[in-house]
RNA sequence: GCACUCGUAGCUCAGCUGGAUAGAGCACCCGCCUUCUAAGCGGGCGGUCUCAGGUUCGAAUCCUGACGGGUGUACCA
């Protein structure tokens, strides 16, 4: 349910019943419980316009307030500002909708639109290294969510496949036959053997260079060779696509050489729009305001990023028709962005209509504040990082619970995964932010297993209950008031953190619908003896709306529950 | 040099479309298990929101400047 919306809608009314114009009015979330559920606090701002005493102005909206039995309770407060309570039968009467509803009572989108969220991005040169990590998961939680609003979500993998270093990379690889292929498991390895090879064999460093121009000029048997290149590396990729529990397939996967064939017209395009220049030899776009300029094609005719990513941006806005089109990438490329995005507006590559967003994020640090490295200072591989995560969660769930090795093992890499996404994703991703192992896997804070826990205790009770709960949801205090009111409120913390492209906003909201539930849990007892029947089937279904909500929160970070922990 | 970005409790971080006494977790101290998972809950300690100005009835939040950290800065991606 889109409550503030409704909660505005009756402000808004009350203007109108008042006849008092004011071009913007939102209520805001109470700062605190004693302050109600909403506030508004607009009457001090219009007071100077108006001329009036603001709580003068406060009074004029309460007395033209129809509450529709939505709103309990309305009180001006302090200087003006307007507290509102909501009506304890209407907030259950929502939540009891909520219950009865499979997604929660959330609608899908009146206008969706088609969006492309550009993520992971591996290069296939390389193996896929905590860099990695944030733009995989960030990107793959707005996917999820554009999804779950109702947007036609097109995810678009654009993975590094074409360079020089591949001339070297497919020489190598004819060069080491059938045990190329068992090398090529540590491609770390290949890159680095390769590399030697190239730097101490003169004549296979010929052969590199020679292979470079065979795969650009559709030579077949480098294409060849190629292609079994690109497949066994993207074979890694999706390794840990599956490990992580991304949602990314083979479908998704749109090259850099699939944009091959449209660049000289790209170049063409922005010489007939009159924005190219020649410079040193290179073709450029000089930008108002911008020292440096675009390089769309170098002196030596070949072409950059910045010309693969104009034919990626003409591509995704007029051939897949995107309306919005989301980069998830490192917040260091924010000046490539901001400049291939004008450029394809002002060359009207991207019709004026359709946003394009830069989903910057952070680097990943150490304890140290160093940028996370190995021991030896080399990169840490992704899948490394993700198997210790599970090893780590393995020992950290020393259970009272006597668990099978299958389900061990299976909580283990859940609940591991689970916190390596959740820690990541709880960050501002703007900041970098410090990995720490203990932090993310205690069961402290705003963490993934203080939500599993909760999740857990819910199910655990449910399976004591053994019952269908059938009945109907009565807010009794007023934790229940705050705990059904928050639960209410995951719509528009959904709609804001897809606006903004903030995951952790979603993981802000879920820590303190937890935080609300277990102090539930701890003061109204469900089960025990003494809770009559009425209560009892209305705490037991506000502790399912509760787990419910978690679940598909964590599900929207691409994070599994469990049921018992 | 120029541009971008960050600076909130000892540590890790929320809050930033301006609102009431700035919030969490960790750490430290004190309470709560004979019945729903104590991996929990309650309480305490801890802040000139880097600094200086400005706008405003009101600034952690907006603007300007300084200081400090990070990043980027034409033919790599």
């Given at each position: 349910?889109?409550?503030?919306?409704?909660?505005?809608?009756?402000?808004?009314?009350?203007?109108?019943?008042?006849?008092?114009?004011?071009?913007?009015?939102?209520?805001?979330?109470?700062?605190?419980?004693?302050?109600?559920?909403?506030?508004?606090?607009?009457?001090?701002?219009?007071?100077?316009?108006?001329?009036?005493?603001?709580?003068?102005?406060?009074q004029?909206?309460?007395?033209?307030?129809?509450?529709?039995?939505?709103?309990?309770?309305?009180?001006?407060?302090?200087?003006?500002?307007?507290?509102?309570?909501?009506?304890?039968?209407?907030?259950?009467?929502?939540?009891?909708?909520?219950?009865?509803?499979?997604?929660?009572?959330?609608?899908?989108?009146?206008?969706?639109?088609?969006?492309?969220?550009?993520?992971?991005?591996?290069?296939?040169?390389?193996?896929?290294?905590?860099?990695?990590?944030?733009?995989t998961?960030?990107?793959?939680t707005?996917?999820?969510?554009?999804?779950?609003?109702?947007?036609?979500?097109?995810?678009?993998?654009?993975?590094?496949?074409?360079?020089?270093?591949?001339?070297?990379?497919?020489?190598?690889?004819?060069?080491?036959?059938?045990?190329?292929?068992?090398?090529?498991k540590?491609?770390?390895?290949?890159?680095?053997?390769?590399?030697?090879?190239?730097?101490?064999?003169?004549?296979?460093?010929?052969?590199?260079?020679?292979?470079?121009?065979k795969?650009?000029?559709?030579?077949?048997?480098?294409?060849?060779?190629?292609?079994?290149?690109?497949?066994?590396?993207?074979?890694?990729?999706?390794?840990?696509?599956?490990?992580?529990?991304?949602?990314?397939?083979?479908?998704d996967v749109?090259?850099?050489?699939?944009?091959?064939?449209?660049?000289?017209?790209?170049?063409?395009?922005?010489?007939?729009?009159?924005?190219?220049?020649?410079?040193?030899?290179?073709?450029?776009?000089?930008?108002e305001?911008?020292?440096?300029?675009?390089?769309?094609?170098?002196?030596?005719?070949?072409?950059?990023?910045a010309?693969?990513?104009?034919?990626?941006?003409?591509?995704?806005?007029?051939v897949?028709?995107?309306?919005?089109?989301?980069?998830?990438?490192?917040?260091?490329?924010?000046?490539?962005?901001?400049?291939?995005?004008?450029?394809?507006?002002?060359?009207?590559?991207?019709?004026?209509?359709?946003?394009?967003?830069?989903?910057?994020?952070?680097?990943?640090?150490d304890?140290?504040?160093?940028?996370?490295?190995?021991?030896?200072?080399?990169?840490?591989?992704?899948?490394?990082?993700?198997?210790?995560?599970?090893?780590?969660?393995?020992a950290?769930?020393?259970?009272?619970?006597?668990?099978?090795?299958?389900?061990?093992?299976?909580?283990?890499?859940?609940?591991?995964?689970?916190?390596?996404?959740?820690?990541?994703?709880?960050?501002?991703?703007?900041?970098?932010?410090?990995?720490?192992?203990?932090?993310?896997?205690?069961?402290?804070?705003?963490?993934?297993?203080?939500?599993?826990?909760?999740?857990?205790?819910?199910?655990?009770?449910?399976?004591?209950?053994?019952?269908?709960v059938?009945?109907e949801?009565?807010?009794?205090?007023?934790?229940?008031?705050?705990?059904?009111v928050?639960?209410?409120?995951?719509?528009?913390?959904?709609?804001?953190?897809?606006?903004?492209?903030?995951?952790?906003?979603?993981?802000?909201?879920?820590?303190?619908?937890?935080?609300?539930?277990?102090?539930?849990?701890?003061?109204?007892?469900?089960?025990?003896?003494?809770?009559?029947?009425?209560?009892?089937?209305?705490?037991?279904?506000?502790?399912?709306?509760?787990a419910?909500?978690?679940?598909?929160?964590?599900?929207?970070?691409?994070?599994?529950?469990?049921?018992?922990?």
């Amino acid at each position: 349910m889109k409550l503030k919306e409704e909660v505005n809608t009756l402000i808004k009314k009350a203007f109108a019943n008042a006849g008092i114009e004011a071009d913007s009015i939102t209520v805001t979330d109470a700062t605190k419980p004693e302050f109600g559920d909403y506030q508004f606090n607009g009457a001090m701002a219009l007071a100077k316009q108006l001329k009036q005493n603001p709580r003068q102005i406060a009074q004029t909206i309460l007395d033209n307030l129809e509450t529709g039995g939505m709103v309990q309770k309305a009180e001006i407060a302090g200087p003006g500002f307007i507290n509102l309570w909501l009506n304890p039968e209407w907030i259950a009467a929502s939540c009891q909708n909520a219950e009865e509803n499979d997604r929660l009572g959330i609608g899908t989108r009146s206008n969706p639109i088609k969006a492309v969220v550009d993520y992971s991005g591996p290069n296939m040169a390389k193996q896929m290294h905590v860099g990695h990590l944030r733009s995989t998961i960030i990107g793959d939680t707005l996917a999820n969510l554009l999804e779950f609003l109702g947007d036609e979500v097109i995810r678009q993998n654009h993975i590094g496949d074409w360079g020089t270093q591949f001339g070297m990379l497919i020489a190598y690889l004819e060069e080491m036959g059938e045990e190329g292929n068992g090398s090529l498991k540590d491609l770390e390895q290949f890159y680095k053997d390769a590399k030697s090879r190239f730097d101490a064999d003169e004549a296979f460093a010929d052969k590199a260079r020679e292979y470079v121009v065979k795969i650009q000029s559709g030579d077949a048997h480098c294409l060849t060779l190629w292609k079994k290149f690109i497949d066994i590396s993207l074979g890694h990729c999706e390794e840990v696509y599956e490990k992580l529990d991304v949602n990314l397939s083979r479908d998704d996967v749109r090259a850099e050489s699939f944009y091959n064939e449209t660049l000289a017209k790209v170049v063409e395009d922005l010489d007939k729009a009159g924005m190219l220049q020649e410079s040193d030899g290179a073709q450029c776009v000089f930008l108002e305001g911008d020292e440096v300029p675009v390089i769309v094609r170098k002196s030596d005719g070949g072409y950059l990023y910045a010309t693969t990513d104009l034919a990626a941006l003409y591509y995704r806005a007029n051939v897949l028709g995107a309306k919005r089109i989301s980069y998830v990438v490192d917040a260091r490329q924010s000046g490539h962005f901001k400049q291939v995005f004008r450029v394809a507006k002002e060359a009207g590559f991207v019709p004026e209509d359709v946003k394009l967003e830069h989903v910057a994020f952070g680097t990943m640090m150490d304890k140290n504040g160093k940028p996370f490295k190995t021991r030896d200072g080399g990169t840490v591989k992704l899948i490394d990082l993700l198997d210790e995560a599970v090893v780590r969660a393995k020992a950290a769930i020393t259970s009272k619970e006597n668990y099978s090795e299958e389900e061990l093992e299976k909580i283990a890499r859940i609940v591991g995964i689970g916190a390596v996404k959740y820690a990541d994703l709880a960050i501002n991703r703007e900041s970098n932010y410090i990995f720490d192992w203990d932090k993310m896997l205690s069961f402290e804070g705003n963490t993934s297993l203080y939500m599993q826990y909760a999740y857990a205790r819910i199910q655990s009770i449910f399976r004591k209950y053994g019952k269908d709960v059938e009945g109907e949801i009565v807010i009794g205090d007023e934790l229940e008031h705050r705990l059904a009111v928050m639960l209410l409120r995951f719509e528009d913390v959904l709609n804001k953190a897809a606006e903004d492209a903030a995951p952790n906003q979603i993981t802000t909201y879920l820590y303190e619908l937890v935080t609300l539930f277990m102090r539930f849990y701890e003061r109204n007892p469900i089960l025990k003896e003494g809770v009559d029947e009425q209560t009892r089937i209305s705490r037991l279904m506000l502790a399912d709306l509760t787990a419910r909500t978690i679940k598909q929160g964590l599900a929207i970070l691409g994070i599994q529950v469990v049921d018992r922990l």
